[in-house]
T-cell receptor, first 114, second 113 residues
């Protein structure tokens, strides 16, 4: 039982390049989330999904797209990377049993955009 | 609307001393509150959560937090700090809409020998 895994762990991009971050969970969770972490700002929600085939915008969605084609996977895409997207990205998942349920986090992906 | 404020971006204590990390929340509905810990270069791990049962919540590694509605606070404490407690700590409130978490800014705890 690996929990929540993220690939890659670290990536360097040039401005304008694109990439996809992959999140996978093996807990059969319905809900999945993408956050970004920046110093002094905590974690901020980018996009989330409440089930296979569904996605919705979070607090800071601009410049990102997501897809949830399979229940266990949640992909975060950057079509044209910008230096402002340099951050640490975390994926999380949880069960669908009320908003007191715990979110389980992956180890993160560090992205540097030059 | 839900929001969280963590007072103090850095807290430094001596090993064996009391740890107190402050969190105040704002919520238009009865809140569900969480404390997460992040060790260097790792993801977030749940320490404890309040879900309207007991107001004093005990978590892992000897941490506990008390929900005080009158003060809109959910401060995290540990009676005796250990070197291994050095990490960043996040307080979060859950929104009724799909359980989205709103995080505080984080508090970095340093423990001195």
């Amino acid at each position: 039982n690996a929990g929540v895994t993220q690939t890659p762990k670290f990536r360097v991009l040039k401005t304008g390049q694109s990439m996809t971050l992959l999140c996978a969970q093996d807990m059969n969770h319905e809900y999945m989330y993408w956050y970004r972490q920046d110093p002094g700002m905590g974690l901020r929600l980018i996009h989330y999904s409440v089930g296979e085939g569904t996605t919705a915008k979070g607090e800071v969605p601009d410049g990102y797209n997501v897809s949830r084609l399979k229940k266990q996977n949640f992909l975060l895409g950057l079509e044209s990377a910008a230096p402002s997207q340099t951050s640490v990205y975390f994926c999380a998942s949880r069960e669908d049993r009320g908003h007191g349920e715990t979110q389980y986090f992956g180890p993160g992906t560090r992205l540097l955009v030059l | 609307a839900q929001s969280v404020t963590q007072l103090g971006s850095h807290v430094s204590v001596s090993e064996g001393a009391l740890v107190l990390l402050r969190c105040n929340y704002s919520s238009s509905v009865p809140p569900y509150l969480f404390w997460y810990v992040q060790y260097p270069n790792q993801g977030l791990q749940l320490l404890l959560k309040y879900t309207s049962a007991a107001t004093l919540v005990k978590g892992i590694n000897g941490f506990e937090a008390e929900f005080k509605k009158s003060e809109t606070s959910f401060h995290l404490t540990k009676p005796s700090a250990h070197m291994s407690d050095a990490a960043e700590y996040f307080c979060a409130v859950s929104k009724p809409s799909y359980g989205k978490l709103t995080f505080g800014q984080g508090t970095i705890l340093t423990v001195h020998p």
